[in-house]
């Protein structure tokens, strides 16, 4: 007899929806492991380097799907690392949309206001602050700028950065080098760490079973720590409680392949995926212009040249997120820096036709680079994502050592999702390109389909057990004990940076999710205070 | 059987030069250079390293560049028959091909619905790579030894300790008027 490993409740993925829900059940007496896919990763370890094997490969995950791909994180902290800490809430519109299916499409429970304290929770932690216009980029003081010439609003972007620790670097999104950024590696997971919690990096996990008790057994592979296309090893754990938060690339298709040995999974499990109707335009300011219709000027004497300095969007338009217009007309439009390889490549040459996203006049605009201005879009898309059979391991066929694969989702945007970023895009177009100040074209879609980093919904939470995956407490319908609590369950897109209400809705999730641990033997409680952000030191590898 | 192999690997060398340099192009490294195009009067995707990034076991890729270049030569041929054109026999068929053309057949290799077109997606999306992040060199000596890439986007040099830093960021005043439905926390209302 062969005692396998066991624990009271086993995550998978330690982003926000993990590292949150590990703290809360860590703090109230449970015992706590978490599974995370990628490398363990710190400070010092976050290179400032583009060399295939740093840290900038190591800790990210792109997909290729058809018609659709996804970047998230590949490290402990997930997308939390990986994100650009923008950090507002969404908007009230957005919790009474009906989508393609004609009635609300969010669990009656769940509203702005009903979410108001468990956002408030999540910004005391983090914390989230208003920025100052002196903390403001240059790319961010253009986009508002030229928002204000074109008679619009513009709004310094909520964000979780110490600015006092921000070097404006630029390099962010491929984790902080100098501890600026606040991820769940500052907060969430060192106070689940100090109440025991086990971190165990490089585990991959693959499919759940069910025990005869009713609880589950975890089915995981060991990844090699520079190709992540070997496996190592493997191994199982049982838990009576299993969180999944993997992230919405990941998380459905866990589920997917665990549905020959736990039956079958509901309806909206690997359905209604959304890319947040994400949508990248490319902006070649024309400097002159600027400095003479908008009188800006930097201390050097450039007028702007500064698309490589900054950190991440920082300036939002926030003048389409507005409750009164139809569906799929509701936008924000945010000032994003997104670094050369795949941003580069899918960026297309303004005013010309046919392929513009190669050949010698894209080269040209890749030596006008200090120039670009890129404008980040979220709108309101269809949820028309469907992700088809797992691959044999992992969410994808991985391609490179790192980074690269070809996953099975499909997404072909709907009519009003192409609407909506038509309406989108001719808006950013509008005030970029008034009175000269810049031409723009957007990202192509033709060569890796629509492009998200911010994945939603495939798992989404809902009344609707047709059109949702989970009630509306996170847990898989007709699978008592298994919880989502990752950007999965967002039920749609939310026209802003969805980081803090992913957050939010995890706080949310916590009570049920303890109440079903203790209807399962476990002796948790619920109460914990919040993790103290300011006593709380960096999470290390050394730690486990 | 020596000369056939390295006469095979000039073939695929030469190949995918010319793919890259139709991706990003360049000036000619000599007179007599056919691989690449010659559209461009300062270095491309093949001087930034093409061949070096599609060649880095870490891509995933260079197992397939042999089949990818007998491929591409495949299609030139179809291609040059299409079009009436013909080939010079002194170089491989997509080298044969002129800029606007290796142009057209690239369009078309990548274009949605092509049956391959993942396997030329990925090899643009290297030999792009490898100008604007050069990612078989470590970024700060890739700027220091004047990567022509990182040097004509003008990508900034770092600091003595290999970090960027950008102590000058900000124009520092108010730029525009915030929405008036927002919070106190920033946040829309």
């Known amino acids: ?544 | 059987m020596g000369a056939v192999a390295e006469s095979d690997d000039q073939v695929q060398k030469s190949t995918l030069e010319a793919f890259a340099d139709t991706i990003l192009p360049g000036v000619k490294r000599s007179p007599d250079d056919r691989a690449i195009a010659g559209v461009c009067d300062d270095p491309g995707a093949v001087e930034a390293g093409a061949l070096e990034l599609l060649n880095d076991p870490a891509t995933g890729v260079a197992a397939g560049l042999g089949p990818l270049s007998q491929a591409l030569n495949a299609h030139a041929v179809a291609y040059a028959g299409e079009h009436g054109l013909s080939l010079d026999e002194d170089v491989p068929p997509f080298v044969a091909l002129d800029y606007e053309n290796r142009v057209a057949l690239v369009e078309r290799l990548t274009s949605p619905g092509h049956p391959e077109q993942s396997g030329w997606v990925l090899l643009a999306m290297f030999s792009n790579m490898a100008f604007d992040s050069a990612a078989h060199l470590s970024t700060g000596e890739a700027i220091a030894n004047g990567h022509p890439g990182l040097l004509q986007m003008g990508f900034a040099k770092p600091d003595s300790d290999g970090l960027w830093r950008f102590p000058d960021f900000s124009y520092g005043r108010e730029l525009a008027k915030r929405h008036p439905e927002t919070t106190e926390s920033g946040s829309p209302a």
Not at chain 1, 285 to 311: D, H, M, T
Request: negative net charge; glycine residues 12%; hydrophobic residues 40%.
């Open chain 1, 1 to 544: 007899m062969s005692a396998v490993e066991s624990t009271d409740v086993l995550i998978v993925g330690s982003g926000f929806g993990g590292s949150i829900t590990a703290y809360h059940l860590a703090a109230g007496g449970a015992k706590v492991v978490v599974l995370e896919r990628g490398p363990w990763l710190e400070g010092k370890d976050f290179d400032h380097d583009y060399l295939l094997g740093k840290s900038y490969t190591r800790v990210f995950d792109f997909v290729a799907g058809d018609g659709m791909s996804v970047l998230g994180g590949n490290c402990v902290g997930g997308g939390s690392v990986v994100y650009f800490a923008a950090l507002p809430r969404a908007p009230r519109y957005v919790f009474e949309r009906q989508g393609s299916i004609g009635r609300r499409v969010w669990p009656a429970a769940i509203t702005r206001d009903t979410l108001e304290p468990w956002y408030d929770r999540v910004s005391e932690v983090l914390p989230v602050s208003q920025q100052s216009w002196n903390d403001i980029s240059y790319a961010g003081g253009l986009w508002a700028a030229a928002c204000n010439h074109s008679g619009h609003t513009a709004n310094p972007v909520p964000v979780g950065i110490d600015t006092a620790k921000c070097t404006n670097c630029n390099w962010m999104m491929a984790g902080c080098r100098f501890d600026a950024k606040r991820s769940m590696l500052f907060n969430y997971l060192p106070a689940a760490l100090s109440h025991g919690t086990e971190i165990r990096p490089l585990h991959e996990v693959q499919k759940i079973s069910r025990n005869e008790d009713g609880g589950y057994r975890v089915h995981y592979n060991n990844i090699d720590e520079v190709d992540y296309r070997v496996a190592t090893g493997s191994g199982v754990i049982d838990a009576k409680i299993v969180i999944l938060a993997a992230g919405a690339g990941a998380t459905p298709v866990i589920l997917q392949r665990s549905e020959e040995e736990l039956g079958a999974m509901p309806h909206g499990v690997g359905r209604y995926f959304s890319g947040n109707g994400e949508r990248l335009n490319t902006a070649i300011i024309n400097e002159e212009r600027v400095g003479e219709v908008l009188g800006l000027r930097r201390p050097n004497g450039a007028v702007y040249e500064a698309n490589q300095i900054g950190k991440g969007p920082v300036v939002a338009c926030w003048d389409n997120v507005d409750g009164s217009k139809p569906e799929y007309s509701r936008f924000s439009m945010e000032q994003l820096y997104f670094p050369p390889g795949l941003g580069t490549i899918l960026a297309q040459v303004p005013g010309k036709s046919g392929a513009t996203w190669f050949g010698k006049e894209k080269k040209e605009m890749l030596k006008r680079w200090k120039s670009w201005l890129t404008i980040f879009l979220m709108t309101e898309d269809d949820n028309e994502g469907v992700f088809g059979p797992p691959p044999p391991t992992g969410n994808a066929y991985r391609i490179s050592q790192q980074m690269l694969g070809k996953g099975p989702l499909r997404y072909d945007p709907t009519p009003n999702t192409l609407r909506g970023w038509a309406e989108a895009d001719a808006a950013a177009k509008e005030i970029l390109e008034k009175d000269g100040l810049a031409t723009v074209a957007p990202w192509t879609n033709d060569l890796v389909g629509a492009y998200t980093v911010h994945p939603l919904s495939s798992c989404r939470i809902g009344d609707d057990p047709a059109t949702s995956a989970l009630d509306d407490r996170h847990e898989l319908r007709g699978h008592p004990g298994i919880f989502v609590t990752d950007g999965s369950s967002v039920p749609t897109a939310l026209t802003v940076n969805p980081a803090l209400t992913i957050a939010a809705l995890a706080e949310r999730a916590v009570p049920g999710i303890i109440e079903a641990a203790r209807s399962r033997g476990v002796d948790v409680t619920y109460g914990a205070p919040l993790p103290n952000a300011a006593a709380s030191r960096p999470v290390t590898g050394s730690a486990a």
